[in-house]
């Protein structure tokens, strides 16, 4: 009598704890279609918008794209090397401004440094961005998000843009 009693016992707890178990990783779970999403204010950061309202004025005639990821200028499928593999290296990242003549051909990526390029995991991801566009024959300008000014971004995108059309 006495070990039907503990193995009823037993079973009850084992029944409770499974139950709150599944009742949390339940909730746990979002469902598709139950996220909300909203409007941004801006695409882009208050140092950025500053930052392109200049870049327009120095490219003129050529089209500026904000927040540019990898995929859309590098292609991945190159000839001997995993495609997947090669996708989701690139894949979620992205340049600052990346600049296109009006035919859609890329001239020039742009990265606007802040702050949190100088964390370790950043300094990592900017090696690579810098290894992988450099090695795509892109031109990559970095400017410290806080640090620039008018003539220096006309210097710099100019002498980039004249060696980006002029390289082929």
């Known amino acids: 009598m006495e070990i039907s009693i503990i193995i009823l016992i037993i079973i009850v707890v084992f029944g409770i704890i499974g139950a709150k178990t599944n009742r949390r990783t339940t909730f746990s779970k979002p469902k598709t279609g139950?996220?909300?999403?909203?409007?941004?204010?801006?695409?882009?950061t208050q140092y950025e918008l500053a930052f392109y309202q200049t870049l327009h004025e120095v490219v003129s005639g050529c089209i500026i794209i904000p927040q540019a990821h990898l995929s859309i200028f590098l292609n991945h499928k190159v000839r001997g090397q995993n495609?997947?593999?090669a996708f989701s290296r690139i894949n979620g990242k992205s340049v600052d401004f990346l600049i296109y003549t009006n035919?859609?051909?890329?001239?020039?990526?742009?990265?606007?440094?802040?702050?949190?390029?100088?964390?370790?995991?950043?300094q990592q991801r900017d090696a690579f961005v810098n290894t992988v566009i450099t090695n795509a024959h892109i031109p990559l300008l970095r400017f410290t998000a806080s640090g620039?000014?008018?003539?220096?971004?006309?210097?710099?995108?100019?002498?980039?843009?004249h060696a980006s059309v002029f390289e082929k």
């Open 34 to 44: 139950e996220y909300a999403y909203t409007k941004k204010e801006r695409i882009i």
């Open 83 to 85: 495609w997947s593999r």
């Open 103 to 122: 035919d859609m051909r890329p001239l020039l990526a742009i990265e606007l440094d802040d702050i949190t390029h100088n964390r370790p995991d950043r």
């Open 148 to 161: 620039w000014n008018t003539d220096t971004i006309k210097q710099q995108v100019a002498q980039a843009l």
